[in-house]
């Protein structure tokens, strides 16, 4: 099992840029394919952006292809989601997933708290 915590998120500009992290704790955090979702109000949750464990695969969602970039440390316990070129539309919560089976798009098994990402036109 993995527990996560997310942090870096806030109020910034459009076309400013934002770092989340997303800390794990537990054993194996190299063998989990990490995905970061959002879900803005009134909203379905989407997904952004997922790394599988090996790191050979990646996947954005068409509105991020370009802007965002997720990337992992394995010595850190830590997955991260660089997002540059922000728009308002881009404002929601944010949260950290993870999961050993299945693929990129889940299903996912554990999932962070949220942090709240705002981006002021």
């Known amino acids: 099992q993995v527990q996560l915590v997310e942090s870096g998120g806030g109020l910034v500009q459009a076309g400013g840029s934002l770092r989340l992290s997303c800390a794990a704790s537990?054993?194996?955090?190299?063998?989990?394919?990490m995905g970061w979702f959002r879900q803005a109000p009134g909203k379905d949750r989407e997904l952004v952006a997922a790394?599988?464990?090996?790191?050979?695969?990646?996947y954005y969602a068409d509105s991020v292809k370009g802007r965002f970039t997720i990337s992992r440390d394995n010595t850190k316990n830590t997955n991260y989601l660089q997002m540059n070129s922000l728009k308002p539309e881009d404002t929601a919560v944010y949260y950290c997933a993870a999961t050993q089976r299945g693929t990129v798009l889940g299903p996912y098994a554990y999932w962070g708290q949220g942090t709240q990402v705002t981006v002021s036109s």
């Open positions: 537990g054993r194996a955090f190299s063998s989990y394919t």
């Open positions: 790394l599988r464990w090996s790191g050979s695969y990646t």
